[in-house]
């Protein structure tokens, strides 16, 4: 099993991050998680970055469950909440880069958990499932 914190800056580092899209990110994730060996374990949003912690099979390398998760849920956050595509003019949604940091299982999920709270002026959490998957 592994587990990554990831995160992800929208394009620009734009605050493209509301009510709707954060809904739209949180469905299209729990959709993923059905379509992949991946799980998940928490989602945070600050208005220009998303903060995960995601369960999955060693058979993913990072930039493979970084390549699924940018590509699906950008496609979707654009077709449900055309207003984002005019906010970034009709380009990408994620920014190119990104922050991956592998996670062990014992302790050090609630040390990440609780920097991540720390990190932007307006975290949330969006979704929490803290029930490990045997896949």
Known sequence: MLLYHLVFPAKYRRAV??????????????????RYQMK?????ADSDHVHFLVQCVPTYSVT??????????????????PHVKKQLW???FWSDGYFASTVGKHGNETIISA??????????????DRQLMLF
Do not use: N
């Open 17 to 34: 991050f509301d009510a709707d899209v954060d809904e739209v990110l949180k469905k299209v994730c729990i959709e993923i998680e059905k």
């Open 64 to 81: 493979r469950t970084v390549s699924i998760i940018k590509s699906i849920t950008a496609r979707e956050i654009f077709k449900q909440c």
């Open 115 to 128: 920097y991540v709270k720390q990190q932007g002026d307006m975290y949330h959490k969006l979704y929490e």
């Open 40 to 44: 998940f374990l928490e989602i945070g």
């Open 90 to 92: 009709g380009g990408e």
